[in-house]
């Protein structure tokens, strides 16, 4: 949707699963479906189905709905309809946005294992508001993905986390913890920058996470 360039191996699928193939490199696909018996030539030898034939699978079925799905790519957001009589239909698919990086603890300076939340900007009703977009748990060396991200404002920040470590804390004494680390860095959600996403952008956020 956003270059137009073909998007090869790439299934494409009728609604009801009747349906499916692949893209070649060029993007393009072909469905070989039954005929009617008024289809049939003379000496009853059917026609072969061609590429050009998308009008036949809607003359099987009275409305013909299609749908695609790559990774990399957002899934369609709705099918794809094709009528009576269209002999050939393009489906769009949009590039993924990314968010990708990794959280470490300013004390120490090696990663831990946090909690990472992401926001996104919706509008219902003409009013703005902010939308819990994800969740994501560190890996043990601290990096994190967010992935399938559509277009739009995010915010993005680690959870607040208790001091676990055994071997340093004591019960009878304050305990400590990490507040939220936003990125870039805020005090607080009100505060924080909105990273804006375009379409097939990956953005790399690293966090540091303040005992």
Not at 71 to 81: A, C, K, M, Q
Not at 121 to 137: M, Y
Request: glycine content about 8%; cysteine-free.
């Amino acid at each position: 949707r956003v270059t137009n360039e073909p998007i090869g191996r790439a299934l494409v699928y009728s609604q009801d699963n009747q349906f499916s193939a692949l893209t070649d490199s060029s993007g393009h696909f072909e469905f070989k479906l039954p005929i009617r018996d008024s289809e049939q030539g003379n000496e009853g030898a059917t026609i072969p189905a061609r590429r050009s034939t998308m009008s036949r699978l809607a003359a099987l079925l009275p409305l013909a709905y299609l749908m695609a799905r790559k990774p990399g790519f957002l899934p369609s957001e709705s099918p794809t309809l094709v009528n009576r009589g269209q002999k050939e239909v393009t489906i769009y698919l949009l590039p993924e946005a990314r968010i990708v990086g990794r959280v470490t603890a300013a004390d120490s300076g090696l990663p831990g294992r946090f909690q990472v939340g992401i926001f996104r900007r919706e509008v219902q009703n003409g009013r703005a508001h902010w939308a819990n977009a994800g969740n994501f748990s560190t890996w043990s060396n601290g990096e994190f993905r967010f992935a399938e991200l559509r277009p739009g404002s995010y915010k993005l920040f680690t959870h607040e986390m208790m001091d676990q470590d055994p071997l340093a804390s004591d019960p009878r004494e304050q305990l400590f913890g990490y507040p939220p680390a936003y990125f870039p860095p805020a005090n607080d959600f009100a505060a924080a920058s909105v990273i804006k996403l375009s379409a097939g952008v990956t953005l790399y956020a690293d966090l540091t996470a303040a005992r």
